[in-house]
T-cell receptor
Framework: QQQVKQSPQSLIVQKGGISIINCAYENTAFDYFPWYQQFPGKGPALLIAIRPDVSEKKEGRFTISFNKSAKQFSLHIMDSQPGDSATYFCAAQDSGYALNFGKGTSLLVTP | GAGVSQSPSNKVTEKGKDVELRCDPISGHTALYWYRQRLGQGLEFLIYFQGNSAPDKSGLPSDRFSAERTGESVSTLTIQRTQQEDSAVYLC????????????FGPGTRLLVL
């Protein structure tokens, strides 16, 4: 069963625009929510992560918004660039254990 | 230092054959994970090793799948009597400890079962 649901499946954004990817979960034991970025032929790499005691975390152009009551979190990519074109996975983790991944969002940023 | 490495990078095999996939974690990392990534899907947890503790095998899809780890170093994932549905990218990740949040992934082994 998919413990983390991610949308949209694919996304096309113009250069300079905002990319938004959403995820939802059910298991309230999850206490760590990372986003991974994956380029073709490569393994996923940690992009940014948040714990449920904060509602937002920003690192450069990347922001995670977290809504604990709704059990939802999202990734915002500001000023999207062609180099951001990749597949993005949200995930949720329970106490340092295995990651539960969403199905991924394929982002294409057009010039 | 070096990241997580995996070998082979690609493997083509015939249905019914056994395959072995290898993972070298980051030196000093005590936790090691195997995931499977099917085409267009998210990563699916397979197995977790933490130090000398018994591995968590709860994600293995069938008894054709097994994995070993030598101490806190190399791990091998074995798939016996491969089936076409085993075709996927098999990813290995390691983290400093079992309580560490950041998992570092290798490039994966792309397995194709004909």
């Amino acid at each position: 069963q998919q413990q983390v649901k991610q949308s949209p499946q694919s996304l096309i954004v113009q250069k300079g625009g905002i990319s938004i990817i959403n995820c939802a979960y059910e298991n309230t034991a999850f206490d760590y929510f990372p986003w991974y970025q994956q380029f073709p032929g490569k393994g996923p790499a940690l992009l940014i992560a948040i714990r449920p005691d904060v509602s937002e975390k920003k690192e450069g152009r990347f922001t995670i918004s977290f809504n604990k009551s709704a059990k939802q979190f999202s990734l915002h990519i500001m000023d999207s660039q062609p180099g951001d074109s990749a597949t993005y996975f949200c995930a949720a983790q329970d106490s340092g254990y295995a990651l539960n991944f969403g199905k991924g969002t394929s982002l294409l940023v057009t010039p | 230092g070096a990241g997580v490495s995996q070998s082979p990078s690609n493997k083509v095999t015939e249905k019914g054959k056994d395959v072995e996939l290898r993972c070298d974690p980051i030196s000093g990392h005590t936790a090691l994970y195997w995931y499977r990534q099917r085409l267009g899907q998210g990563l699916e947890f397979l197995i977790y090793f933490q130090g000398n503790s018994a591995p968590d095998k709860s994600g293995l899809p069938s008894d054709r799948f097994s994995a070993e780890r030598t101490g806190e170093s190399v791990s091998t994932l074995t798939i016996q009597r491969t089936q076409q549905e085993d075709s996927a990218v098999y990813l290995c990740a390691s983290s400093l400890t079992g309580l560490s949040e950041t998992q570092y992934f290798g490039p994966g082994t792309r397995l194709l079962v004909l």
